[in-house]
Structure formats: structure tokens, C-alpha cells
């Protein structure tokens, strides 16, 4: 839930408790003071008429407007004190019996000798219609305040919180190794510019990292290229001589095969260093099926050998923008690598489309596992003399140029799909 | 031949200069573009085997001096960097060929023959290690007279087994020499058993004499007769 609504919510909440617990204090006190009036009343009233009665003798009760009175036996007590109380009255209002509360007052009195009680009223105004006039005053109030409110916290919230929104975007749009320093929007408000302090120092030292560790592998992979070239000119040197015993050279055969694989995977991470530098990156229309036929032509021999059958259809002639180098290493990777992880008699099935290209082939392996699938030096075959990095290059080239790449394991069939920036 | 090689890294320059000498060669060095220039302008060289990547400027240099001066002088050139400038420069400058570092020292010695082919010999140029003849720049071979019926991968191996005579070849600069890059998707190097296989068979049926030995665990050699 978005910020805005959550504060809108809570305060709407909070305001609708807010009121109705008023709403409900100002009920029970208007309710009280009316009661109070209401008394102040009965009880100047009650005074007026027991000093009017002090003076009248007992004929004169009979004639008492608004006061009912009552005769007590000529030798009852007179009950000094003055009460106060709840009544209602009945009232019929089309066939409905209704009883409306009124308050009371009861005294008693000698009048001319004689005792008696008497009892003056008055209607209190009905509960339910003083609520009423309160909700109907109350509500309108409210919404109102209630609209306004979110009115407000909206435009507010625009213009408080664009710092914030700015960061989070300049943060999701980060790359450790984009071409420019990411920055940081400045701001008034002291938590977001302290905000923006803290993820300028961040992204700096991510950057920085990130370069430092950049720079190691492609100075360590270039520095071991002399000396790799140096153990392989004089282990070849080397097995020339007559000197050697048929062990002898059986052994420098074998430590030449691991200098090669160590070139290889050499060559790889410098590849792949160049490809995240960016140093391939001039792109120009390029049509795609003429590269693939020219992978599958050299490979031809080799597809033979291991009685490969190559299907390759192109149903469509895309030439979206790629970098030639680039994508002569992709294609190549790729279908070597369909190859290589072939079975013998395998089928290897390669169809372009007009958006896409899928490269297929048949494996002894079952489904590769797609998270891992393209991490360095993770191989299928451990034993395998490959370098592991094959499908790293194919998928940081395919980051380089906008490509999306993905895998899928259907009928036995290993397939890649690379997808091109589709044209307009 | 006389040679000149251009080469900082010391212990390169010595097993070049080795190397060639074993070959029969005369082989000067020049271990800066200061001492390359110095050296064309006084020598005249059959080849120079220039690194790109020199302590004191770049091989381009020397390249270009070499053109102005001896244009006939046939040129190798040889860079740490992959680079397709360096490559598409150099050539564009007039070198011959092009190698990039690490490479196997005979296949350094394959296309430096076929520089000194392609340069010093005119009309015809043959390999003659009697019965079999070679004509590299007509892409065909004969044994006792007789045409051999080659693939042209199997005259390449040969070829490169030919120019490289008495040398042991490991299987991997033997399949790096046909397949290039694509060497290592060839797992087992079972295609290059094969492919020995075939033409020595065909080498056979014409001749006694068989021309490949096997050195086992490592590679082949070739034997004249």
C-alpha cells in the first residue's frame, strides 16, 4: 500500500474515532445540560407555586393549571424534601404507542390546613431527535473535513515526498558498472538530505569497488599471458630434444593439454572483461542467418564426426543492430556448445525467426539448472575439457546488446532462445 | 634466411632467436623500437618477426619503416593483445601475417615459411622430400609422380606436418593449426586421429614409406626418408 494511502487511512481512522467518540460526549452533555434546565426550571416554577399556596387556602388547589394534585390523609407526614425525577408519558401517533420522557418534580405541601402532594412536568426534548439534529450537523462536518484532509495530504505528499521518489528511482536504475555516477536528488528536508548524502557515499564505494575488482581480473588474466606463453614455447622446445624417454614426453604432452586449457580459460575471462567494458560496442544492422550458416559451415566437420544432424531453418531475415564481433562469438558459443554437449547421432536444430532465434540440441544430460546455468566456470560435465566460461560470455554479450536470453528443456531438447530489440 | 626478431619479453626473444637459429637461420634481435629502426635502416632481413607491444612505442613503427625501406622484407607480427585494430593496422600496413600470443612455435614456423614462400620464391614452389612433392600455392601433392587425392584439411595437416618436418607436434597445435578457435570444442581429439588416420592411408598407398609417426600421448612427427 502506497505511503499516501496509508497515512490517509490511519488519519481517517483515527478521525472517525475521533469524532464519534465526541459525538457521543456531546450527546451525553448536551443531554445533561437540557436535564439541567430543564430542573432549574421545575424547581423556580415549584417555588413560585408553594409560595402562592402558602398564601391561598385549599379551594384554590383545585383550580392549579399544569400541576396535578393529589390529597394525602389528613394525618400523613409531610415530606419536607423536593424530587427530582425520570417519567415518561404515553402518546399515540397513528396506531403506535409511544412513550416520550419527561422529567418531574413532586413535593407536598399544607395548603390551608390540609396536606397534599403535587406534581409539575415538563417534556424533555426526545432523545433520539437531539441526536438526530447532532448527526445531521455532525456529518456533513466531518466529510467535508475528511475530503479536505486527503486533498491536502495528496498535493502535500506530491511535493514532500518527490526527493524521496527521485532517489528510489536513480537507486533501482543503478548499474555498478554504468558510465555514469549516479546522482542523488538535493533537498530541503533534513532526512532526505541525509538520504542522499549516505547513497551518494554508498554508490561511490559500490563503484569503486566494483572497478578495483573489474581491474584485477583483466590485469591478472593479461599478466599470466606472458609467462602461460613462455611454459609453452619451452615445453615445445623442450620436447624436441632426444634426450627424452617415451615417459618424458608423454608427461610434457600431458602439461602442455593443461596450458591449453589454462590459455583458454585465459583468453575467456579476458573476454569477458572486454565485453563488460563496453568495448564492443559500435552496432550496425546486421542479418543474422548468413552468421549462423557460417558457424554451421565450419563445424560442419566436426558435426559429421560425431554423426550430428543439423536442421536449420530461417523463416524470417531479421538484421536488428548488433555488434559484428559480438555476435560472431554468440552464435559461435552457442553452437559449439550444442554440439560438444551432443550425444553421437544427436540432432542439433537451429530455426531463426523474425524475432527470435532458437539454437536446439539433442544431450545425454537431463534438464541443465536454469539459476546456475550461467555463472562462471559452472560445466555440465565436470570432466569435460571445456573452459566453463561459454556460457558466461553468451549471456554478459547478450546483456551488452540488449538481447534476452533463455532456456528450455522440452522432448529432450536442450534449447536457447536468444530474443532481438524488436524493430519498429 | 636472415632474420631480425623484435621482441621485449626476454625469455620470448632468447627462444626465438633459438629457435631459428636451430632452423638453419641467421637471427638478429631488437629488444625496442629504437634498436628495430636502427637495425632495418643498417640490415637488410629476409623477415622480421615484429611484437606490437614494445617498451619504447609500437611495432607500427618499425612496420612502417620496414615498408619504406625494404618493402620486400617479408613480415610477421606478433601482440599480447587480441585486438581486431591491431590486426586489421598491421595488415593494412603491408605485414604478412598476424599472431597473436601465446602461440605454439611451430605453427610460428608454418607461417613464416609460407612468408619466404610467398616472397623470395618465384615460379614454382615446391617441398621436396623425395617420393612426395608439395606445391602449397596450388594446393596439391604428389607421391612418386602420382597425384594424391587429398581433402583440403588433409592437405593443410600436411602441410603443416611438412613444414614443420622432424618436429614433434603436440595434438593440440595440430588441431589449434586447422580448427583455430574452434579447437577446443574438440573434446577428445578424436577427429585428429582420424584425419591422421586418412591420410596416412593415403600416404601409404603410394609409397612405402610411412611419413607420420605417432609419438604416443602427445602428438606426431613427420619423417622424411
Known amino acids: 500500500m502506497k505511503l499516501l494511502t496509508k497515512t490517509t487511512l490511519l488519519y481517517w481512522g483515527a478521525s472517525l474515532i475521533g469524532f464519534l467518540i465526541a459525538g457521543f460526549l456531546v450527546i451525553q452533555l448536551m443531554g445533561q445540560e437540557m436535564r439541567h434546565e430543564v430542573d432549574e426550571d421545575l424547581a423556580y416554577q415549584q417555588a413560585e407555586i408553594s409560595a402562592f399556596l402558602a398564601e391561598v387556602d385549599a379551594a384554590a388547589v383545585v383550580a392549579l393549571p399544569m400541576v396535578t394534585t393529589q390529597a394525602l390523609p389528613p394525618d400523613a407526614q409531610i415530606d419536607p424534601a423536593v424530587h427530582l425525577r425520570d417519567s415518561t408519558y404515553t402518546e399515540e401517533d397513528e396506531g403506535e404507542v409511544e412513550y416520550l420522557p419527561l422529567r418531574i418534580l413532586q413535593w407536598q405541601q399544607t395548603v390551608g390546613g390540609k396536606p397534599y402532594a403535587f406534581t409539575i412536568a415538563r417534556a424533555l426534548l426526545e432523545q433520539d431527535d437531539a441526536l438526530e439534529a447532532i448527526l445531521w450537523a455532525m456529518v456533513p462536518v466531518i466529510l467535508a473535513l475528511s475530503l479536505l484532509t486527503a486533498i491536502f495530504l495528496r498535493f502535500m505528499s506530491q511535493r514532500l515526498w518527490r526527493p524521496f521518489r527521485e532517489s528510489l528511482a536513480v537507486i533501482a536504475a543503478f548499474r555498478p558498472h554504468g558510465a555514469q555516477e549516479p546522482h542523488f536528488p538535493a533537498s530541503s528536508t533534513t532526512e532526505f538530505a541525509q538520504l542522499t548524502a549516505i547513497l551518494q557515499q554508498m554508490t561511490a564505494k559500490v563503484r569503486h569497488d566494483y572497478q578495483i575488482q573489474k581491474a584485477f581480473a583483466e590485469n591478472a588474466a593479461h599478466e599470466l599471458q606472458t609467462p602461460i606463453a613462455i611454459v609453452q614455447a619451452k615445453l615445445e622446445t623442450l620436447l624436441q630434444s632426444r634426450a627424452l624417454t617415451d615417459k618424458d614426453m608423454q608427461d610434457i604432452g600431458a602439461m602442455l593439454e593443461a596450458l591449453q586449457r589454462m590459455r583458454r580459460i585465459n583468453q575467456g575471462l579476458l573476454m569477458l572483461t572486454k565485453i563488460e567494458n563496453r568495448q564492443f560496442s559500435e552496432m550496425t544492422p546486421l542479418p543474422i542467418a548468413p552468421v549462423v550458416q557460417r558457424h554451421l559451415a565450419s563445424m560442419a566437420e566436426l558435426a559429421a564426426l560425431k554423426g550430428i544432424t543439423i536442421h536449420w531453418k530461417a523463416l524470417a531475415e531479421p538484421a536488428p543492430l548488433l555488434n559484428p564481433i559480438l555476435t560472431d562469438l554468440l552464435i559461435g558459443n552457442l553452437l559449439a556448445n550444442a554440439i560438444q554437449h551432443n550425444h553421437p547421432q544427436g540432432r542439433l536444430e537451429i530455426c531463426l525467426h523474425a524475432t527470435h532465434l532458437d539454437i536446439a540440441n539433442t544431450s545425454e544430460a537431463q534438464a541443465l539448472d536454469a539459476a546456475q546455468l550461467y555463472q562462471r566456470f559452472q560445466k555440465q560435465d565436470a570432466a569435460s575439457q571445456g573452459t566453463g566460461l561459454g556460457l558466461a560470455i553468451v549471456k554478459e554479450i547478450c546483456e551488452a546488446m540488449g538481447l534476452k536470453i533463455s532456456y528450455a528443456f522440452q522432448e529432450n531438447l536442450h534449447t536457447f532462445t536468444i530474443r532481438f530489440a524488436i524493430q519498429n | ?225
Open chain 2, 1 to 225: 634466411m636472415k632474420l631480425l626478431i623484435v621482441e621485449d619479453e626476454t625469455q620470448l626473444h632468447d627462444l626465438l632467436r633459438q629457435e631459428m637459429r636451430s632452423l638453419g637461420h641467421v637471427a638478429e634481435g631488437a629488444r625496442t623500437v629504437a634498436e628495430a629502426l636502427e637495425k632495418v635502416d643498417l640490415y637488410r632481413y629476409d623477415a622480421v618477426i615484429l611484437d606490437i607491444g614494445l617498451p619504447d612505442g609500437s611495432g607500427m613503427q618499425v612496420l612502417r619503416r620496414i615498408k619504406a625501406h625494404a618493402p620486400q622484407t617479408g613480415v610477421l607480427i606478433l601482440s599480447a593483445k587480441d585486438s581486431l585494430d591491431d590486426k586489421l593496422q598491421g595488415l593494412d600496413l603491408g605485414a604478412d601475417d598476424y599472431l597473436t600470443k601465446p602461440f605454439h612455435t611451430a605453427e610460428l614456423i608454418s607461417r613464416l615459411k609460407a612468408i619466404f614462400r610467398r616472397r623470395n620464391l618465384q615460379g614454382r614452389v615446391e617441398l621436396q622430400f623425395e617420393p612426395l612433392v608439395m606445391f602449397p600455392e596450388e594446393n596439391r601433392a604428389t607421391m612418386a609422380g602420382m597425384a594424391l587425392d587429398l581433402t583440403p584439411k588433409e592437405f593443410e595437416l600436411l602441410l603443416y606436418f611438412a613444414t614443420n618436418a622432424g618436429r614433434v607436434l603436440t595434438k593440440v597445435e595440430i588441431a589449434e593449426h586447422l580448427w583455430g578457435d574452434l579447437a577446443d570444442t574438440y573434446d577428445d581429439f578424436d577427429f585428429i586421429y582420424a584425419h591422421v588416420k586418412n591420410l596416412r592411408k593415403k600416404l601409404l598407398e603410394k609409397d612405402g614409406w610411412d611419413f607420420i609417426k605417432t609419438i604416443y600421448g602427445v602428438g606426431y612427427k613427420f619423417i622424411a626418408p
